[in-house]
């Protein structure tokens, strides 16, 4: 039996019974086992401005109290009768004479509807929708985001640069490291403004990077990221923290620069040549020394106009040198450097003044020797072999071979090619394996030397004609 329950939610209990209850169907019966009580005088409850008398003994009253409280904490709308033999109603159809178009107190609904009203989750706020519009009960199918782990760097600015070293990444799928500067804090991958690549590493066991091209005078931000794989594309799977850097600007030159310190220089022939020596650069900031030769009498670090560096020397103690190049028959001017090389550039640490020598008037150099030449064929190949250069002169063998039966070197000619420069006098072989068959080739050796400081032919072989079978 449908029951269409109303409450004005009295106490439970014997004294609930006191109100008013109106019954589902005039015919209701209630019964107490063994004991039939006289029947309390009827009372009325309206509801709607609807009221039903009923006769209720004490016992039954109880009992339907009860079951007016199971039913306003959640009980189903089809509950069965009270009495043993009273079969429940089937549910979704109305007793005769049961209430309908009623306000229910507990559910706010009217009529039969006795399902309660949904309650909105989350304290009163709405449901939580996820990916499907009007949907809350759907669960979310985005894939889910790589979890990133935070790694630790440390950044070090000296020298010039900035050293970085970071912490191992155990993500799952390395693909490269990241290395990333920027010029605030903002530091991130893909690169936003500000950011700059320092490096792309994509060995996972190199965690070490050097800066080198950091820009000076300036607050820097670093940060190391980890791509892993990511269903096919990198994602950032490590995330370094952020480490700063500074790098001091040069110190500017002062306006007013202090003299060099004075090195002490001779000027001498030595075999026609000149030879010079100075004193040692005592400066604990000595790199290098630059010996200037000069057409006049202005001779300067940087070079200037008629100004040659002969030589740059390394070594703090060789305070001498030879200039074997120095043109015959001039007066030329010497000056030597003591240098400390910077950032900004060469610092002159200490000079020499100038010194002036004039050179003798070389000999003509001597007619160019015949020198004997052979040509032969070997297995792929053309083996040449020639006379040695006996000239102290001597500075290389230049070989030569062209399709026009004139090759040379010096002075070179059109569709020479340039096959070998042997340096040693006594090495007087070759072999030319760059050759197909059917061709011709023209072949000579040239021996070359310096002569009042010029190149110059000192020897050559007649040409000779090969053809390749």
């Known amino acids: 039996m449908d029951r269409t329950r109303h409450s004005d939610h009295g106490p439970a209990g014997p004294q609930g019974a006191q109100d008013t209850v109106e019954a589902a169907a005039p015919d209701v019966e209630l019964y107490e086992a063994d004991t039939v009580r006289p029947l309390p005088p ?137 290395v990333v500067r920027s010029t605030d804090e903002g530091v991130s991958w893909p690169k936003g403004e500000g950011d700059a690549l320092v490096a792309a590493i994509s060995d996972q066991g190199t965690r070490r990077a050097v800066d080198t091209d950091a820009p000076k005078g300036k607050k820097l931000w670093y940060r190391v990221f980890a791509l892993v794989d990511g269903a096919g594309d990198p994602v950032v799977g490590c995330k370094s923290t952020v480490d700063t850097a500074f790098l001091d600007k040069p110190a500017p030159e002062p306006t007013d620069k202090p003299e060099p310190a004075t090195l002490e220089l001779s000027v001498s022939l030595k075999g026609d040549h000149p030879y010079l020596d100075w004193s040692a650069c005592s400066s604990a900031r000595f790199d290098l020394y630059k010996v200037v030769r000069s057409k006049d009498s202005t001779v300067t670090w940087p070079a200037g106009d008629n100004d040659a560096i002969v030589a740059a020397i390394g070594d703090r103690e060789q305070t001498a040198f030879k200039d074997a190049d120095a043109p015959g028959g001039r007066k030329l001017w010497y000056r030597v450097f003591c240098l400390d090389k910077t950032e900004a550039g060469y610092v002159v640490l200490a000079a020499s003044g100038a010194k002036a020598i004039t050179t003798p008037t070389p000999e003509p150099p001597p007619d160019p020797v015949t020198l004997g030449f052979e040509a032969g064929l070997a297995e792929g190949a053309v083996l040449l072999d020639w006379e040695s250069c006996t000239s102290d002169a001597f500075v290389y063998y230049k070989v030569v071979r062209s399709h026009n039966p004139n090759p040379s070197y010096l002075p070179w000619t059109e569709g020479t090619e340039l096959i070998s420069v042997i340096e040693s006098a006594g090495n007087s072989a070759f072999e030319d394996s760059d050759v197909a068959s059917g061709q011709t080739w023209y072949y000579r050796v040239q021996a070359i030397g310096k002569w009042n400081g010029e190149k110059v032919v000192l020897g050559q072989t007649p040409v000779i004609e090969v053809t390749i079978p």
């Open 42 to 178: 009827s009372i009325t409850r309206g509801t709607a401005g609807r009221g039903r008398p009923f006769g209720l003994s004490l016992p039954g009253a109880i009992a339907s109290a009860l079951l007016v409280t199971a039913l306003a904490f959640g009980a189903g709308g089809m509950l069965p009768a009270s009495g043993p033999d009273k079969p429940a109603t089937d549910a979704g159809t109305t007793e005769p004479g049961a209430t309908q178009g009623t306000v229910d107190a507990d559910t706010a609904n009217t009529g039969d509807n006795d399902e309660p009203t949904a309650k909105p989750d989350n304290d009163g706020e709405a449901p939580a929708k996820t990916d499907e519009p009007g949907e809350t009960d759907r669960p979310d199918e985005t894939e889910p985001a790589v979890e990133v782990e935070r790694i630790e760097l440390v950044a070090r600015a000296g020298d010039g640069k900035v050293i970085l070293e970071w912490s191992a990444c155990d993500a799952e799928g390395f693909v490269a490291w990241k």
